[in-house]
């Protein structure tokens, strides 16, 4: 039968390294014993809140609830061709080992996702995204249990709803719980080198394979973003924002060269992180907070810091960035247990 573990200690479950508590924490090894923690959960009427790895939460008090943490850890072949294989990943396995298993079986695909911080549940709830490739672009099912229904779904690509850092998983977050992940990978795929300074980067490796390219880009993050075994971190705390070609033209007006994409006539996405730099919070720290020297968009847990301190930190930065900009940053990380979500 599954535990059910009480004032559960949440610190070693949450990539910042908030230490809170959970009043009840289970791990599931199965879609049955997810259901059972749900029912048992329903039953009693308390709050529940399904994560993996906690790498893109922040707690910003102790959850009065029931926190489950599923771990469901296989991987397995589901259709291969000639050119391509079609893996189904259950949602416990991490990230970064899925990654490392594809390239060492040289399946194209996952490369410019390395080192991302997380599980592959999380995956299609983020469209997690880095160097010009995003999870919807290789994902081809998501296999996911109905939190109203208590029925698993497979959920077409399409039927996901997939935008920006955005899924109907994550807009719906009470409803779907994510079982598994079903990737179309390629055997003979093509680098995507096509993302800031990557291909420069790229072109210095001796053999420039498909490990060559998951190692440029290990590389190339811990340069920019801190591990978070050392400094607590959710990655991309906000969002980077698109807006109105008025707006995007009176802050060139003002600054000059402004690094941007255009995403059609009238949407112009701007880099979070140069607003928030030009803003002035850049390597910026108040007491256990602060901005990561290289990449403001990250902002670090640099000792023993509350959830509601790193909350309130980032309350500041877009304050900061909304009234020098005119710009509404639109936070990345979700917020557990508070009011304003």
């Not at 919807?136 to 497979?154: G, S, Y």
Request: one cysteine or more; aromatic letters at 12%; hydrophobic letters at 35%.
């Amino acid at each position: 039968m599954l535990k059910i573990h009480k004032n559960h200690s949440l610190k070693n479950n949450n990539t910042f390294g908030v230490d809170i508590a959970s009043a009840y924490f289970a791990e599931p090894q199965s879609a049955d014993e997810i259901k059972f923690a749900l029912e048992y959960a329903q039953e009693r009427n308390w709050n529940y809140y399904v994560t993996g790895e906690g790498s893109n939460l922040l707690y910003v008090s102790d959850y009065d609830g029931l926190i489950i943490r599923p771990r469901l850890n296989n991987i397995a072949i589901s259709d291969e061709s000639a050119s391509e294989i079609l893996l189904n990943v259950q949602a416990g396995v991490n990230w970064d080992q899925f990654v490392s298993y594809c390239v060492s079986n040289n399946w194209y695909g996952t490369e410019n996702l390395s080192l991302i911080p997380g599980s592959v549940g999380a995956a299609p709830v983020q469209n997690i995204g880095a160097y010009g490739t995003e999870a919807k672009e290789i994902i081809e099912f998501v296999e996911a249990l109905d939190t109203r229904t208590m029925k698993i779904e497979l959920l077409s690509n399409n039927n996901c709803q997939f935008g920006y850092r955005d899924s109907i998983f994550k807009r719906s977050n009470d409803r779907y719980i994510v079982l598994g992940v079903t990737f179309r990978l390629q055997k003979n795929g093509t680098f995507r080198l096509d993302y800031g300074n990557l291909k420069e980067e790229f072109s210095r490796m001796p053999d420039q394979t498909l490990a060559d390219l998951r190692e440029t880009v290990i590389n190339i993050r811990r340069k920019k973003l801190p591990d978070p075994s050392l400094y607590g971190n959710a990655g991309s705390f906000f969002k980077n924002p698109v807006v109105h070609r008025n707006l995007f033209e009176s802050i060139r007006h003002r600054y000059g060269k402004v690094p941007h994409y255009e995403m059609n006539s009238a949407k112009i996405k701007i880099p979070a992180a140069w607003l928030i730099e030009k803003a002035g919070w850049k390597g910026k720290r108040h007491s256990n907070v602060g901005t990561w020297p290289t990449q403001p968009l990250v902002i670090v847990n640099y000792g023993n810091a509350s959830g509601i301190e790193i909350y309130e930190f980032s309350e500041m930065v877009r304050q900061s960035v909304l009234d020098t900009f005119n710009i509404h940053l639109l936070r990345e990380v979700t917020l557990i247990d508070i009011s304003e979500n």
